[in-house]
């Protein structure tokens, strides 16, 4: 078996430089890295001239330092890390509580270096449609990939329907699954077994298995919700039980056909789609036993298998229907209308609400919805963008006074910024230049009036 990643040096600080930078130019506003580059040479000065103009230049000396220590550390076989800290916290969409890793700075530093390091093995393991916690691959992909299997299930049924030929709907049946407690259920020891395989580098063994061990803390035993590497190994483990799922299939008059027609996970969630209610029903039980006698993770018993027809496919807070469609959730879809209504009734948000709507525009931009009624018994329609754009608004304001204070000009009325300009007082001349182009000159074209328009010279020189 090919074993990737054998070319990465992890004694040579020049090799993970660039995933120190990019993990620090992420958090180095944090609390816990200004610390970090305060041990490592930068001073109060320094850090608040980097944070003002965004400039990590200033902080270039920090960060190599850093990536030495981190490659020091490596080879010595000892990183010398704090022990992360366990918080509980309420999921405010769900009502769950999630018991959420702090990780110390530098350990987060390890971890960038950590999944970095094996982007060859996730370009070969991880599918396109895992859609979680991957840049680019959000709810928003994943609702997509939906929707464009349906629509073209539909476009086959139409040509087959327009030219009297035989067709069996692709997407006629769906079925959701949900993992039970993902990440805590999830074991490092079975995580390396299968790693193992594809990492033919040792120091990335090392360093892979120290930083899972250390999550190990308070009588915990899964991965930790909130580390990077937790992320990237459960989507390692379930890449095989996508495989798995696609490869189902039984033989019918010799001919081999596929249980499962489409698969989508949106971490420790996924959506089967089929053909057939049995076939469907007979590959989600052997998914569920794969999952567990392979990985010990447990899938709920409470899923079932609806009609697309009658049932639409509701993930990842969108809703994709049999014509094509793709809504909003319904409990999202009330969340966010209330606060556009808020908006639209009081002419003014808190930060706070400004957040929470801004929360909800992705997904009142990108589904078959622009405008909400105001009342069930009223025609009114309102636009729900210009409520997001007044809560975007709220809140660039509110950091730009955090970066630059409170020596911020205050918000000029549209109409007034003409005025301001001098276009209404005469500052600048509406008639055309010299050349005919029609183009407007500024009466203080590098020399302040010292130029008169030609229009204005009543006399000759000559």
Known sequence: MRRSCKDINLRDYKTVLPWVWDCIKRHYKRFDFRGMLAKNGIS??????????SDLTILAPAIKRIAKDAVQRIAERN???????????????????????????????????????????????????????????????????????VQDDNRAMRYAQAHGLAYTPVCKYHVKGDITKCFPSARYEIFMKFFRRDCGNED????????????????????????????????????????????????????????????????????LIGSNRKNLKTA???????????????????????????????????VVHRNGKMTIRARVFIRGRRMVLRYHRLRKLT?????????????FKHANIRYVRERKDSDEKI???TACDYA????????????????????????EIHAAAGRASGCVDPRPSPAGNGRRRDALDGAGSLFPHPADVTGSSE
Request: glycine share 8%.
């Open 44 to 53: 109060r000065i320094d850090y608040a001239r980097a944070c003002e103009n």
């Open 284 to 318: 989600m039980r052997k998914i569920t036993k794969y999952a567990k006698d392979t990985f010990g993770l447990v899938i709920k018993v409470s899923w079932q298998i609806h009609e697309l027809e009658t049932h639409p496919i509701d993930m990842m807070g969108y």
């Open 204 to 271: 990335l063994l090392w360093l892979w298995e120290e930083l899972l061990k250390s999550h190990r803390v308070d009588g915990y035993q899964g991965f930790m919700i909130g580390s990077n590497v937790s992320q990237w190994g459960m989507q390692y483990m379930l890449s095989f039980v996508y495989r798995y799922a696609m490869s189902l299939a039984t033989e019918r008059r010799g001919k081999r056909i596929k249980m499962v027609n489409h698969a989508i996970f949106f971490m420790d969630d996924l959506e």
């Open 79 to 149: 990183l010398a890390l704090p022990p992360i800290r366990n918080r509980k916290k309420m999921d405010a969409s769900t009502g769950k509580e999630r018991l959420i890793g702090c990780e110390s700075a530098m350990q987060q530093v390890f971890d960038s270096i950590a999944t970095y390091a094996v982007t060859d093995i996730w370009k070969r393991r991880i599918v396109w449609h895992q859609v979680s916690s991957i840049k680019g691959r959000g709810p928003l992909h994943g609702a997509k990939i939906i929707r464009k299997w």
């Open 392 to 415: 975007a608004g709220v809140i660039s304001r509110y950091d730009r006074e955090a970066l630059y204070g409170s020596n911020i000009r205050p918000r000029t009325p549209a109409g």
């Open 351 to 363: 930060l706070e609400q400004a957040r929470r709507l801004t929360s909800y525009k992705g997904n």
């Open 383 to 385: 636009d729900i963008l």
